[in-house]
């Protein structure tokens, strides 16, 4: 069964404390990986796709990066506005997106 | 260059009244999906139209959950004889190319909180 799970569920940082956030897929036949930030109140909001292993995308103090098991997001130097939900998902055969349950990041100034 | 848009945006309403929600996708988008958003909850998969047609409706929860799509555009998400169950914020995306290639973002709107009462 297609599976994505995402760690930690919470995670509390000082501003410009870097860290990962993590997302393990089982997926037969891997299209895409996304990722995806919430806002409360508001929908999911694109930031990346990654489409094979070794791939890495950059976007301000947000990179990914794909294995073939697992994805990260690096938050380098993060500021209060980062603070989010942030979400994963993938897509295989199916075509269909499986979501992640998500990682509630909080940044203290 | 009007993104995906949702409405109304908040609904409460009676247990057992029926319910519309629309969605009007970002124009040229083929693909559209319906998903169910509960607090604390994933996102939960309803429906997937391509153009007009719903290759995968496996998700909806119930047969008092219908949704349709027309002119390759705008979609109705139906909720009958709603129940308390049904509280959610059920969020509308759109893609590119549809779920075949599985390989393009989806595009979200904003959703439409539904209240039970």
């Known amino acids: 069964e297609d599976q994505v799970t995402q760690s930690p569920e919470a995670l509390r940082l000082q501003e410009g404390e870097s860290s990962s956030l993590n997302c393990s897929y089982t997926?037969?036949?891997?299209?895409?990986l996304f990722w995806y930030r919430q806002d409360p109140g508001k929908g999911p909001e694109f930031l990346f796709t990654l489409y094979s292993a070794g791939e890495e995308k950059e976007k301000e103090r947000l990179k990914a990066t794909l294995t073939k098991k697992e994805s990260f997001l690096h938050i380098t130097a993060p500021k209060p506005e980062d603070s989010a939900t942030y979400l994963c998902a993938a897509s295989g055969n199916t075509g269909k997106l499986i979501f992640g349950q998500g990682t509630t990041l909080q940044v203290k100034p | 260059g009007a993104g995906v848009s949702q409405s109304p945006s908040n609904k409460v309403t009676e247990k057992g009244k029926d319910v519309e929600l629309r969605c009007d996708p970002i124009s040229g988008h083929t693909a559209l999906y319906w998903y169910r958003q509960s607090l604390g909850q994933g996102l939960e998969f309803l429906i997937y139209?391509?153009?007009?047609?719903?290759?995968?409706k496996s998700g909806l929860p119930s047969d008092r959950f219908s949704a349709e799509r027309t002119g390759g555009s705008v979609s109705t998400l139906t909720i009958q004889r709603t129940q308390q169950e049904d509280s959610a914020v059920y969020l509308c995306?759109?893609?590119?190319?549809?779920?075949?290639?599985?390989?393009?973002?989806?595009?979200f709107g904003d959703g439409t909180r539904l209240s039970i009462l």
């Open positions: 139209f391509q153009g007009n047609s719903a290759p995968d």
């Open positions: 995306a759109s893609s590119l190319n549809g779920a075949g290639s599985g390989n393009q973002p989806q595009h």
């Open positions: 997926v037969s036949g891997l299209r895409g």
